[in-house]
């Protein structure tokens, strides 16, 4: 059994600041409580090497691209069809997106963070996706 705990941030203020995440007690599946399971971080600096290929319509998801880009030009990374993930350019870690939540519509793209050949975009959907692509546009989308 393998289970995906996501960092959703914490609660830094207020009378509630004990805010527990991921799992805090032994996992319970029908009748059995599983006991010594080991918890793992996922590095994602380093991905599979074969998520590419893989054909698994089961998320979280791995998608990898790359593009070409007029050097030093801000631009906004649009995730129109994906749900829910992250978005990695060149190593970097652009951000986050929530399309169904919001409320930033597109990702900004500092113009130095981009080169002018084989830039590389990897997006890590958590939930699910109607396409495999995305678009990068000069405008914002501000609602």
Do not use: C
């Amino acid at each position: 059994m393998e289970i995906l705990v996501e960092n959703m941030g914490r609660a830094n203020y207020g009378e509630h600041l004990t805010d527990p995440k991921g799992l805090i007690k032994n996992p319970w599946l029908g009748e059995q409580y599983f006991f010594h399971w080991e918890m793992f971080k996922v590095e994602l600096d380093r991905l599979p090497e074969f998520y590419g290929m893989n054909q698994d319509q089961r998320f979280p998801k791995f998608f990898h691209g790359s593009f070409d880009a007029a050097d030093g030009l801000d631009t906004y990374v649009d995730l129109h069809g994906f749900t829910k993930g992250n978005v990695f350019i060149n190593g970097f870690n652009l951000g986050r997106y929530w399309n169904t939540a919001g409320p930033q519509q597109r990702l900004y793209l500092p113009g130095p963070l981009l080169k002018k050949e084989n830039n590389e975009i990897v997006v890590l959907e958590l939930e699910n996706t109607t396409t495999d692509q995305i678009q990068l546009l000069d405008q914002p989308k501000l609602g």
